[in-house]
Structures are given as C-alpha cells and as structure tokens.
C-alpha cells in the first residue's frame, strides 16, 4: 500500500516523488546522472538510497520520468 497511515507524511511516496521532480524541474529535457539527481535530493531533503530507489521506480512507472544508459530525464 502506497500510503501508509502509520508514518510522517513527508516520507510517503507521493511527496519524495514530488521532491524528486521539484528537483529535475531544471533540468527539462536533459538527462541527469542518477547520483548527482541522488545529491540533489539529499540536499533538499535526506532520504535513503533504498527510497530514492523507489521513488526513481515509482515515477517511472506513472511516466513521469524516463530513463536510460545515460540517466534520467522528467518528462513533460
């Protein structure tokens, strides 16, 4: 299940998702090495890896994002 009622909110998917596009909001159309996409987000707001993961996994999944060999990109 996707939200969880037992955890703080800022830590749901849909947030760390909408942290992650707030992030790649610049970089429209550019692909993004996943680790600097890593630092980024962890400048903004801490996560784990393990939730990047999934965040990087869950947009994918919605179309938000795409990736390849080369990184990361937000679709628009």
């Given at each position: 299940m996707i939200l969880?009622?037992?955890t703080r909110p800022e830590?749901?998917?849909y947030h760390l998702g909408?942290?992650?596009l707030g992030v790649l909001l610049g970089d429209t159309g550019e692909r993004v090495d996943p680790h600097l996409a890593?630092?980024?987000m962890n400048s903004v707001m801490p996560v784990?890896?393990?939730a990047f993961i999934l965040t990087l996994d869950?947009?994918?999944l919605l179309g938000?994002?795409?990736a390849d060999d080369?990184?990361?990109t937000r679709c628009s």
């Open positions: 969880d009622q037992d830590r749901q998917i909408a942290v992650l890593y630092e980024r784990s890896s393990g869950w947009l994918f938000a994002i795409t080369r990184g990361i």
